[in-house]
Nanobody, 121 residues
Framework: QVQLAESGGGLVQAGGSLRLSCAASGSIFSINRMGWYRQAPGNQRELVAAITSGGSTNYADSVKGRFTISRDNAKNTVSLQMNSLKPEDTAVYYC???????????????WGQGTQVTVSS
């Protein structure tokens, strides 16, 4: 499967910024979409932001205007710039890739191990 390596999580004060990065590796034929999900204790995992190979983006309403997702197709990486962070943004953030391998005819989801983002009030 696709391997996803995440970085950039940490502790920040409310109003601060963090930048998450995710690099995909493996025998990748194409990556249709990459994105970030998050999960807080006791909560469902939810989509934060996603970006397609064509550059179309999708954001959760709660982060619109504050977060920006970007991609580098040549490097198979995706980043999430998080500004004006709020305590409710605290969660484990997971990178996701919807990608097709050379050995497969259909795409599959792959997940990173997660990186902790903590926003203090």
């Amino acid at each position: 499967q696709v391997q996803l390596a995440e970085s950039g999580g940490g502790l920040v004060q409310a109003g601060g910024s963090l930048r998450l990065s995710c690099a995909a590796s493996g025998s990748i034929f194409s990556i249709n979409r990459m994105g970030w999900y998050r999960q807080a204790p006791g909560n469902q995992r939810e989509l934060v932001a996603a970006i397609t190979s064509g550059g179309s983006t999708n954001y959760a309403d709660s982060v619109k205007g504050r977060f920006t997702i970007s991609r580098d197709n040549a490097k198979n990486t995706v980043s999430l710039q998080m500004n004006s962070l709020k305590p409710e943004d605290t969660a484990v953030y997971y990178c996701n890739a919807y990608a097709t391998l050379w050995s497969s005819s259909i795409p599959h989801h792959s997940w990173g191990q997660g990186t902790q983002v903590t926003v203090s009030s």
